[in-house]
């Protein structure tokens, strides 16, 4: 019997010591200590002792970037709407610089189209765009939507200044533009406070009083935040107010808005100069990014995507580049000498 007891408790034994220890949260910090010098005077000792503590944090962090202002290639003036197309080639509108801009997730810069001005191919106050899975690229400016290859050849156009079922109101260089699941083409009329849904050829089908600066369409929610509010309102496809999101301080006026790839996370840019992550209830996840001018800084993120490996691409208006931050673990040990003193009476 006293052999059975013994063989049990071996088992227990070795079970445990199998047993891997309870990792340590992703925020715990953890320290080590050593001693680097001791000296001794009569019955004085001091040591003077290195205590290293490391944190490891789960974040966003700066990646890369390109851009800055200008009109050369690869340079941007007044950076406004910047969208994937089906390949995951970035689409960039340009405000000021009257053109699109393509490029690949490293910021190598593939090709380019539009010049100032009011005819076919030409843009004035560009801000919107969006590509469907056909490869059509669609544009919104003060009163137009034009229609493009991927290549940029012309293809269509509709709209005209006004009040009326197709037309759109001054302060269209706010205005946005996407793409529902359908096809069907909704645009944020900013200047007639509303929003209009059109079908590929132009034919206006709908109209809502939905009004924001910023809008995201992922799935069948449409999402618009808007500023001078400081609220981020989500809409079904009929256009049904289905959920309100703030004011909040995490994110006031929020500007630029982008959803991760499965639609389950809110990236929200701000007054702050911050970026606001949420998830689709509202909760705030946390908030990342430093306001600032340099180059790993942020300062009026105006439009936001998330490619399938997790990269944020956020468009800064302030410096015209496109900044890319990645999600990660970073490590950052902090190091201290403590001086002890003992005396031995």
Partial sequence: MKFIYGFLLLLVMLFLAACPAKPASPTDPTASTNTVSSTTNGNVVTNVT???TTTISTNYFYKRSWGGYGSADGQMNAVGDVVFGPDYQIYVAEYFGNRI???DTNGNFLRKWGTAGTGNGQFSTLNGIAVSTDGKVYSIEDSRIQVFTTNGVYLNKWGSSGTGDGQFG???????IAIDPTGNIWVSDVGNSRTQKFDTNGTFLAKYSI????MRMEGTNYWVGAG?????????TSGNLNLTLGPSANYPQPKGLGLNQTGNRLFVGNS?????VLDTSGTVQFVFGTSGTN???LKWSTAILQDNQSNLYIAN?????????????QTNATTNFVTTVVTNN
């Fill in 50 to 52: 290195q205590v290293v």
């Fill in 101 to 103: 801009q393509v490029f």
């Fill in 211 to 214: 009004s924001g600066e910023s």
């Fill in 272 to 276: 702050l100069n911050k970026i606001a």
């Fill in 295 to 297: 180059i790993n800084e």
């Fill in 170 to 176: 001054s302060g269209g260089g706010d205005s946005k």
């Fill in 228 to 236: 001078a509010a400081g609220t981020i309102k989500r809409y079904d």
């Fill in 317 to 329: 208006g302030y410096d015209d580049r496109i900044k890319v931050f990645t999600w990660g673990i």
